[in-house]
C-alpha cells in the first residue's frame, strides 16, 4: 500500500484522474489475468505492444540519474536500470515462448494508437530534462500497475501470467514506487509564482493524458483482436 501526504500534490493528481486511473485497475485484462483466462493472442498483443516501451523507459530512467536533483536519487535509479536488464527482460522473453510470439513479431511491430502515444509522452519527458516531468509519467506507470498487482486473488499458474503479476507486487516493488511517489511529491512545484501555477497546470495535464493512455492501452488488446 503506498502512502502518499494527505492533500498533497500527488493525491491530487490521482484523484484528477480517478475514473481511468480505476478503470484501469478494474479492467477485464486485470480480472483475465488473475484467472489465467486472458487468450494468448490477447496476451500476445499486449505483451509486444508492452515491450515496445523497454527502450523509452531505459531512457526514462537514464534521464532521471542526468536531471534528479539529489545524489541519493541518482543512485536508485541506477539500481533500477540493472533490475529491468535482469529481470524484466528475462520475463518477455520467456512469455513471448510460452505464447509462441517470434523475435520477428516482437522485433518491430505495428504500434497500435495507445502505445504510439504513450512512447511519445515517455519521449517528451526525457526531452524535456525536467525531473518533475520525468517522475509523473514514471509514478503513473509503476503505481497504476502496482495497484492492481496487489489485488488479493487468487494467483493463476501459467508463468505468462505469474510472471508479469509477480514483476509488478511485493516489497521491492512496492518501495521502489514509494520512492516515485515521495520524489514527486517532494519536487511538485507550490509556489503562486506564474511559472509554478503554470508548471502544476502543465503537469496535471500530463497526468491526466498518461492515465488515460494506460486505460486504452488495456482496451486495444482486445480491440485489436477484433480488427
Known sequence: MITVSQ??????????????WSAAVGH???TELFAGTVPDDVMATYLVQDYQFFEDFLAMLGAC?????????????ARQLGFLEADEDSY??????????????????VL???TEGFREVMRTAVASASYPD???VLVIAEWLYLDWGELEREMPTRDVHVGWIDLHRGE??????????DELERVFPRGDDAESVTTRKRLTALWGRAVGLERAFFDEAYRAQRS
Open 92 to 109: 518477455f522473453i520467456r512469455a513471448f515462448a510460452e505464447v509462441g510470439v517470434t523475435e520477428d513479431d516482437y522485433a518491430d511491430p
Open 7 to 20: 492533500g498533497g500534490a500527488v493525491e491530487a493528481l490521482r484523484d484528477s484522474a480517478d475514473e481511468d
Open 65 to 77: 540519474v542526468a536531471h534528479a536533483d539529489r545524489i541519493e536519487a541518482k543512485l536508485r535509479f
Open 28 to 30: 477485464r485484462f486485470v
Open 112 to 114: 497500435l494508437a495507445p
Open 172 to 181: 521491492d516493488f512496492s518501495a521502489w514506487v514509494q520512492f516515485l511517489v
Open 134 to 136: 520525468l517522475l509523473v
